[in-house]
């Protein structure tokens, strides 16, 4: 893609989205964090129904490393790696209490240093609970990046450093959340939905699917 392109892309994306967000519930940055350590390997969905009970009884850190890690378990297990996930939350909210008066860090060294928490998560609180414009790259997120042309690399972190070079100034707060969105419900990794994609015609995908409807994939 050219750089007019790129522009277009979020021109279109905002459009359709103007005030994009994670899926993940939370009503704090604290409650973010947990999260999105437990959504590693596991639906933004599956979190969702682990942490509405959770959260109702552990909304703090201090709460929450009151549980310990038997307790956390109980309300996550049906999460992937949830006992791994228990030991390092539970670890992290100790961490928090001890060395940053139970309120989540807002430097990335800092969020980094937690136990469980890694660029992707750091990025993620850094953007979506403290306004910082960065780019959280996932799956669907390099995926997508690679598959449309908009940014090439062959790792995260270089996809994520393409991103921050491409993205025009005033779309890059939310961009992670229409790449991810987009990525997840119509750039999906079997099949693309390309027919009903909005970006389509700026896609260098060269085996675009058409619409099952009628019509064989791509």
């Known amino acids: 893609m050219n750089d007019a392109q790129r522009r277009e892309v979020f021109i279109r994306l905002r459009a359709?989205?103007?005030?994009?967000?994670?899926?993940l519930a939370h009503a704090?940055?604290?409650?973010?964090?947990?999260?999105?350590?437990?959504?590693?390997?596991?639906?933004?969905?599956?979190?969702?129904?682990?942490?509405?009970?959770?959260?109702?009884?552990?909304?703090?850190?201090?709460?929450?490393?009151?549980?310990?890690e038997d307790g956390l378990a109980d309300y996550i297990k049906r999460i992937g790696?949830?006992?791994?996930?228990?030991?390092?939350?539970?670890?992290?909210?100790?961490?928090?209490?001890?060395?940053h008066g139970g309120d989540v860090p807002r430097t990335r060294a800092e969020l980094e240093a937690l136990p469980g928490v890694g660029r992707k998560t750091a990025n993620v609180v850094l953007n979506t609970a403290f306004g910082e414009a960065t780019i959280a790259v996932d799956t669907h997120?390099?995926?997508l990046a690679n598959r449309t042309g908009l940014a090439i690399g062959?790792?995260?972190?270089?996809?994520?450093?393409?991103?921050?070079?491409?993205?025009?100034?005033?779309?890059?707060?939310?961009a992670h959340h229409w790449l991810l969105l987009h990525?997840?419900?119509?750039?999906?990794?079997?099949?693309?939905?390309c027919w009903?994609?909005?970006?389509?015609?700026?896609?260098?995908?060269?085996?675009?699917?058409?619409?099952?409807?009628?019509?064989?994939g791509g």
């Open 183 to 193: 990525g997840r419900y119509v750039c999906k990794a079997r099949r693309p939905e």
């Open 196 to 216: 009903r994609c909005r970006l389509a015609d700026l896609c260098a995908y060269p085996e675009k699917t058409l619409d099952p409807v009628g019509a064989p």
């Open 154 to 174: 062959a790792t995260p972190l270089a996809v994520e450093n393409a991103l921050l070079q491409a993205v025009p100034d005033e779309f890059r707060h939310s």
């Open 16 to 23: 359709a989205d103007p005030e994009p967000s994670t899926e």
């Open 141 to 143: 997120i390099f995926r």
């Open 81 to 99: 790696l949830y006992r791994t996930k228990a030991r390092n939350v539970v670890a992290t909210c100790r961490q928090l209490l001890e060395k």
């Open 28 to 68: 704090s940055a604290f409650q973010l964090l947990v999260a999105v350590i437990l959504s590693a390997q596991a639906t933004d969905k599956s979190v969702n129904l682990a942490t509405g009970p959770l959260f109702s009884v552990a909304p703090t850190p201090g709460a929450m490393l009151a549980l310990g």
